[in-house]
Structures are given as structure tokens and as C-alpha cells.
């Protein structure tokens, strides 16, 4: 399953866990499973049904594009990191 | 002088791929004949002028416009009552993120103006003269309030508060009351006490640096045609022509299908053309002025009162060695300014400040700090550059207290393909030590330098770089060339790094392809030229636009030699079936014979856009009496991926360069405590001349990017970070003295001295 490690501003809501080994296919998936161990988790993350604005997710080294709906397989890293752009 | 250093694992045989070819645009651009912004002569054409805070922070509480509108010759007047009246909401601009409500305020002031040079109203009229006039007559009441021009008192509980309604954002979770810290962020790994524990050496240092601007040479403009039927054309100087369509659809609440972009030549961005300032108030002016064209053009001092600096900051680094020079701990709380609006590059900085470094141990906090100055905008590697000058000269002391080369410390602690980042997430392939590995054995760092008050310095940088969404189209031509249309805003030579990747791919010479760049009505969607990302993304849509070309004209000759597609080889631009041979243009001219036009078109959107490293080396004397910094020799050492067009990957690198020792050692804005800026001119505000630096040398390393077809990592924006600490660094070893402020003025040198004396 997905690892995914945890923002440390995040850890007051998931017990100070830095990573958790979570279900899900999509990043949806997996914030939706965490949600239901450690509730408020994807009120932090997501704003509705996006991906907060400020946060992009990396799977695997990756910037995942399609955010949410973003593809893992079993042993993907999931990083949830602070959204930028460049000049 | 270049050099360039392939760490290619296969080899190449690219024949259009690593050259340099005559560029596209050369000749329009040295005869005067391209057309940029400021060039537009439409029929009927209205001249807009800008009324601006004289104030930094001070409520608005009446706006009198009947003098200016009285005015023989002024068409029309606007305010913020003629913008739509829009949520604050979070708006997802291709690549970044706005606020509506910001932006909409920061284009026109509603109810209070937050900078000196905030706008407030607009007029048009027949002529710039008369605009200026009636501008000079409009009255605005104030009530003044006081300036917060300082990132750290901005942030103290006491400090005047910019906006009622920002509270400080963690994460999602926001705080309880009004406050100018409008987000914390932090990045832990971990046990940073631990680390520091396990540390035999320790430095902690702390570093200011000033608001600077990206100092392109052509101002922001913008030109409207607001016709009757609705539909709205504007022609303006922009990075991202569908960037400006989205935004000023949604600061006016207009459909996007009835606004056309049409992006002119652009002198410059560097960042500060993302963004929109004139767009939605020429529009405005040229629907109320009775559908007549409006063109406005800022003053070299509206530019730099009023369109985006990047952030002024202050930044605390604690960094700890063992006694073998392992790194075991880091800690940095960066704090910059945004500006008048939320929104600072500082999550970048976090990113950027230790990611050189292979580290266990670390805890980086970043906070984004509302102050009375124009709201920030990128600047090429935003955030980037005030971090790492705080990092890399923490470093310069670590190796100086562990008796350690410089290089050679950042050899031991430097990064590879599987090391983790401070915020997370693992390397794949990049090549920061093959950049170490070049400077170390370059000419310049084997060569001692001698003299008095003379010094080297030594700063490595990184970058993210980015992907994003282009389009390219293409069309076959019967003389054997091919038109492509791409999206991308060429500021630093993209329609030729673009066109030779659709070259390369068919075989034939770059030359044979017209590069153009089309309005947002011609092309595919397509982001802006930033985030390094044009010649990586743009460059891989014309690389697919190239695959499908020749798949169309593998047809065409099979169709001729009436033969099955498969039989048929195509190797460098002929296609080959038995004895017979025809190359791709004589096939060209024989399309209408073969099912006529051959057009092709693609879009992308590339994940895997690999970051870049640079290692810088400079060497400088110091006039200890003057304090003035005179660079010797300087040499940029950069990972390029794959270099497209080496010449353009140099100019670059200079480029980059040329403006870190700007930053470094002149350029920052200056306000008198009202919060006026008092150097908005280039006479006051001092950006580095041709006289102040020296051949700048280059030495290209090549680590292929495996996310691209031709290995391609963005170049533009890496350089930019590495000069400041590589002066300060250069400095001490000159004259003893650690600069820990930007810039490194010849006031501030001889302060330094002046303390070291005693």
C-alpha cells in the first residue's frame, strides 16, 4: 500500500505519525482513508473537492498534474509540499 | 568562453540537437522592425494614464473624477467601481495560484491603497498629454495610517495591520486573529536536536536582504479593442498570453471566449510579466470611451513603484558538521515579504535552501509577511536566491572552521539520484556533483589566485523547474519547410530551441522550420514562458508534433511507391524503400499529388521536468578605502540536461548571473519612513552595466534528464541563485569580513570594515 508522509504542521491530527501506510489507488483515495483514521485531515488538505491551492502532491519524486485523481500503485511514496511556480 | 561537458551515458548523434543555428527572430530583432508592445497603432487609438497612491497605507474615502471627465479630449475614466465585484476566492492560474479580490484590489484600489504607487483611477483620452492632465485633477481624500515597511516588526503583535480580514494560514488551519503573517509553512525530517548534538561544529547566522526589482528593460503595457459585439482583443507585453485571457476573464467576469491575447515581442520578464496590471483597465477604458482602442504604457517609475519585486526577507541558519565535515543538522526560518497582498515566494525559498545537501536532520519554518510595498511578484528562481545566500555563506564558515575546501564539502554532503529533500520527496537523476566535479577541475578554480584584497568564493544552487501544459501545431509546407505555431511567449530564444526539436526529429535543419507565436486563438492552451519550463515542454510538444509528421509523410511515400508503410525506413530527413530514396522536401512537394496538406498538432503535460544544480566560482578585490567590489573572473557551472542550443544555454547562464551580481551588490529598493520609494529611476536604483562585470564563463555539464526525449532540463532560472553567496564568500576572502546583508553596497563594505578595525 501507499506510504505517505505526513506534513509536520499535519502531525497534531494523525498523533505525530510522520508517515502512514494508507489504501487508496487515487490521492483521493488515500486522503479520504485517512480522513476516516484521523478526522480533519482532508479539511486541511483540500479546499472542497480540489487539493488545497497552496499544496501540490509528489508521488514518487513526481509533481502528480492531475492532483486528486492522481495514480499510485502499491509502493508509491505519496509528499504532500508546499505549491509553487517559477519565474 | 563555454565549455561543455556531456555525462551522457548513451551517445548522441543529434544533427540539429547541441548546435547553433541563426535564430529565428535575429533579424526582426536587431533591424527594429519586430513589433513589441508599445508599437501598437490601431485607428482611433485612446491613450490611458494612471492616478497612483502618494501614500503607502491610507484608507481611500473619496474618489472625485468630475474635473478629469470634464476635460476637452478625455473619453473616459475609471475607478474600482468599475470592476466587477469579485469573491475572494482562491483562482487556479495554470501553474500558480491568486485571490480574486487581491488581485482585482491590487489592479484598483477600492478602499484602501497599501503602496506608494497603488493605482487608483485611469483615464483615456486623445492623447498622453491630455490623460496625464486630467489624471493630475482627479481628488482623492485620504486618511493616512502608518507604514509596516519591515518584514520583522510587520510580524510583531503590535504592528499596524494591513488587511482586517488575513489571518496567519498553517496548513489549512487559520488563526484566530487579524495578523500580517498570512502563512507559516514548515518542513521537518528528523531529529534536528539530535543532529545538532552529533554536531563538533555549529554556525548560526542571520541575514537580511531588500526588496529588489527583475529590471526588464521593456515596461508593462497593454492595449485594448473592446468592440460592440462583445469581443475583446488585447495586445500587451505578457510572459503567458492565456495566463492574461484568465485572468482578466475573471477580474471582469467576462467569458474567456470573448477575449483574444495576442502576446507582443517582450523585452524581458524575469518573472514580473505572470501577472496583470493594465489589462483589465485598458479593456474597461476602451468599452467606456465608446469601443475606441486604449493603449496605456507604465513609466520606468510606475514599474518599479507598482508591478512586482520580488521579497526583501530575513533569515535565520543554524548548520552543524561532525569533525569528518558530514552535515548533521540544519534549521532556517525564512520570513519575506509579499508585499501588500499575500503571497511571497517563500515556500520556494524553504525548498531551495538546503536542497543541494543530503541531510537527516532538519526543520525549515517559512513565513509570508504582508508589508506596505507592491505586492510581489517572480523573480526567476523566486525565493531561490535570498536562501541561498544565507545557506551557501553558512557554509563558507563550516568549511573554513572544519579547514575544509569548499568544493570538496560539498562533494561530501552533496546530493544523487536517491537522496531525500528537506521537505520530502527522493531525487531521481541530477547531476549537482558532476557540476562540483567540473568546478573543482575547471581552469578557473585550478588557477591560484594572488594578490592583495583579493578573494574566491564558492555557492552551488538548485531549482525545481517545471512542466506545465503546451500545445505546438504544425503544418507541412510544399517547399519543404514547416510552419509551427506555438503558445510559448519567446523571451530567451524558445521559438529556436522549440523548432529545433520539431527539426530534429523530421532531419532536417532548423532553419526549415518558421516558428511563429500565436495568439490564444490559434493555438492549443499553453502556459506561460516561466518556471524554466518552455524549451522542456514546449520543446517535447513539438518532439510529438515531429513523431506525427513523420507518420504522415511515411504514408505519402509509401503511397508513392505504392509499398506498405512499414517497408520504408526514414533516417535523417530521407526516406529510403529498396534502391529508392526521396528526402523530406522533395516528398513535401508532392503532398497535393498524395492527399494534400500534412498537418499535425500535439498537447503535453510533462510531470517529469528535473531540477538543475549550479556551481558558481568568483574571484573579486576589494577597495577596503571605498568599499567597492570589482569581479575579477567568474565561472557558471550548470547541469543543462541536454543542451538544445548551447549558445542560448550560456546566455543563460550569463544572464543569470549578471542579475545575482546585481542583487548582490547594488540593487535594492529604498523607502524614507513614510513608506515613499525614493529610487525609481536607473539613475537611483543601480542594476549592473556591461562596465561592472567581466566575461562571465560557462561550463555546461550534461546529465540527461531520463523525463525527457532529448533530455532536456530547464536552464533559465538556477543561475540566478548562486551569485550573491558566492560574492559574500569571495568577499571574506578578500578582506575578512562576512557579509550577512543584501546588497553588499560599498557602504555597507566599508561599515564591515570599519567594525573588524574596531
Not at chain 2, 574571484?619 to 575579477?632: A, F, Y
Request: glycine residues 10%; charged residues 20%.
Amino acid at each position: 500500500m501507499p506510504v505517505v508522509w505526513i506534513p509536520s504542521l499535519l502531525r497534531e491530527l494523525t498523533k505525530g505519525e510522520r508517515s502512514l501506510i494508507v489504501e487508496g489507488e487515487t490521492v483521493r483515495e488515500v486522503i479520504e482513508n485517512m480522513e476516516s483514521r484521523y478526522p480533519g485531515v482532508k479539511d486541511r488538505l483540500c479546499n472542497g473537492e480540489q487539493l488545497h491551492p497552496s499544496i501540490s502532491v509528489v508521488v514518487d519524486g513526481h509533481t502528480g498534474m492531475l492532483k486528486l485523481r492522481q495514480r499510485l500503485h502499491e509502493s508509491s511514496e505519496v509528499h504532500f509540499v508546499i505549491a509553487m511556480s517559477g519565474g | 568562453m563555454t565549455t561543455t561537458l556531456p555525462v551522457d551515458e548513451k551517445k548522441d548523434d543529434y544533427s540539429v540537437i547541441g548546435k547553433n543555428p541563426h535564430r529565428h527572430d535575429g533579424t526582426d530583432k536587431v533591424t527594429g522592425r519586430a513589433q513589441y508592445g508599445a508599437d501598437i497603432r490601431l485607428p482611433g487609438m485612446m491613450y490611458g494614464a494612471m492616478l497612483r497612491s502618494p501614500h503607502a497605507h491610507a484608507h481611500i474615502l473619496s474618489i472625485d473624477t468630475s474635473d478629469a471627465e470634464s476635460v476637452p479630449g478625455v473619453r473616459a475614466v475609471v475607478t474600482a467601481k468599475d470592476l466587477p465585484d469579485v469573491e475572494s476566492k482562491i483562482a487556479e492560474l495554470g501553474e500558480g495560484t491568486i485571490n480574486l479580490r487581491h488581485q482585482s484590489n491590487n489592479i484598483l484600489a477600492k478602499d484602501k491603497v497599501l503602496y506608494f504607487g497603488h493605482a487608483i483611477a485611469a483615464v483615456a483620452a486623445v492623447n498622453p498629454h491630455i490623460a496625464e492632465e486630467a489624471v493630475a485633477l482627479i481628488k482623492v481624500e485620504y486618511e493616512v495610517l502608518p507604514p509596516v515597511l519591515n518584514v520583522r516588526k510587520a510580524m510583531q503583535a503590535d504592528s499596524a495591520i494591513l488587511h482586517e480580514d488575513v489571518r496567519t494560514d498553517e496548513l489549512g488551519k487559520k488563526g484566530d486573529s487579524p495578523s500580517n503573517i498570512a502563512a507559516h509553512f514548515q518542513n521537518q525530517i528528523g531529529d534536528v536536536e539530535k543532529g545538532f548534538q552529533d554536531a563538533h561544529v555549529i554556525v548560526e547566522r542571520e541575514f537580511f536582504t531588500s526588496m529588489v526589482h527583475q529590471g526588464y528593460i521593456e515596461p508593462q503595457n497593454a492595449t485594448a479593442q473592446y468592440s460592440p459585439d462583445g469581443q475583446i482583443t488585447i495586445w500587451c507585453s505578457t510572459q503567458g498570453s492565456f495566463g492574461v485571457r484568465e485572468q482578466v476573464a475573471k477580474i471582469l467576469d467576462i467569458p474567456i471566449s470573448k477575449i483574444r491575447v495576442i502576446p507582443m515581442e517582450i523585452g524581458g520578464g524575469f518573472g514580473g510579466k505572470n501577472g496583470i496590471y493594465l489589462e483589465p483597465v485598458v479593456v474597461l477604458l476602451s468599452c467606456k470611451s465608446g469601443y475606441r482602442p486604449v493603449k496605456m504604457t507604465m513609466s520606468r517609475s510606475e514599474v518599479l513603484a507598482a508591478t512586482g519585486p520580488t521579497s526583501g526577507s530575513y533569515i535565520e541558519v543554524k548548520m552543524g558538521a561532525d569533525r569528518n565535515g558530514r552535515i548533521t543538522a540544519v534549521q532556517a526560518m525564512l520570513a519575506y515579504e509579499a508585499g501588500a497582498y499575500p503571497g511571497s515566494f517563500v515556500g520556494a525559498g524553504m525548498g531551495v535552501i538546503f536542497a543541494p545537501y543530503r541531510i537527516e536532520n532538519a526543520l525549515v519554518d517559512g513565513y509570508d509577511v504582508l508589508v506596505n510595498k507592491p505586492h510581489t511578484a517572480a523573480y526567476r528562481a523566486p525565493g531561490g536566491t535570498n536562501a541561498a545566500f544565507a545557506c551557501e555563506t553558512v557554509i563558507d564558515e563550516l568549511c573554513e572552521k572544519l579547514n575544509m575546501d569548499p568544493i570538496e564539502f560539498r562533494l561530501l554532503n552533496g546530493v544523487k539520484e536517491g537522496d531525500r529533500r528537506v521537505d520530502g520527496p527522493v531525487y531521481n537523476r541530477i547531476g549537482y556533483l558532476e557540476t562540483l566535479e567540473a568546478a573543482k577541475n575547471s581552469q578557473h578554480y585550478r588557477t591560484p589566485l594572488e594578490g592583495s584584497n583579493r578573494g574566491r568564493g564558492v555557492a552551488s544552487g538548485f531549482w525545481f523547474n517545471y512542466g506545465g501544459k503546451s500545445s505546438a501545431s504544425a503544418s507541412v509546407n510544399s517547399d519543404g519547410t514547416i510552419s509551427l505555431l506555438t503558445g510559448s511567449v519567446d523571451i530567451g530564444g524558445t521559438r529556436t530551441s522549440i523548432a529545433m526539436q520539431l527539426a530534429e526529429g523530421l532531419g532536417i535543419s532548423a532553419e526549415s522550420i518558421r516558428p511563429a507565436v500565436a495568439d490564444t486563438d490559434s493555438v492549443g492552451y499553453t502556459e506561460g514562458t516561466y518556471g524554466s519550463r518552455t524549451t522542456f515542454a514546449t520543446g517535447w510538444a513539438a518532439y510529438e508534433v515531429s513523431n506525427q509528421l513523420k507518420e504522415k509523410m511515411l504514408e505519402r511515400a509509401a503511397m508513392i511507391w505504392e509499398t506498405e508503410v512499414n517497408k520504408i525506413q526514414f533516417v535523417k530527413g530521407v526516406f529510403l524503400y529498396g534502391d529508392k530514396q526521396i528526402t523530406f522536401a522533395q516528398l513535401a512537394s508532392r503532398l497535393d499529388e498524395t492527399g494534400g496538406p500534412v498537418v499535425a498538432s500535439a498537447a503535453v503535460r510533462p510531470e517529469h521536468s528535473g531540477p538543475a544544480f549550479a556551481t558558481h566560482i568568483v574571484d573579486v578585490e576589494v577597495d577596503p578605502e571605498t568599499g567597492k567590489v570589482q569581479i575579477l573572473r567568474y565561472t557558471a557551472v550548470q547541469d543543462a540536461g541536454k543542451a538544445i542550443f548551447p549558445n542560448y544555454v550560456e546566455s543563460q547562464l550569463q544572464g543569470g548571473v549578471a542579475q545575482g551580481v546585481g542583487w548582490a551588490l547594488n540593487e535594492e529598493y529604498l523607502y524614507d519612513d513614510q513608506g515613499r520609494l525614493v529610487n525609481s529611476s536607473w539613475l537611483d536604483y543601480r542594476m549592473p552595466v556591461a562596465l561592472d562585470l567581466p566575461m562571465i564563463d560557462t561550463i555546461i555539464v550534461e546529465v540527461p534528464n531520463p523525463g525527457h526525449p532529448y533530455g532536456v532540463r530547464g536552464v533559465g532560472e538556477v543561475p540566478i541563485v548562486p551569485p550573491p553567496a558566492a560574492l559574500a564568500n569571495a568577499i571574506y576572502g578578500a578582506v575578512g569580513v562576512r557579509m550577512n546583508t543584501l546588497p553588499m553596497s560599498p557602504a555597507r563594505v566599508v561599515a564591515e570594515l570599519n567594525k573588524q578595525k574596531g
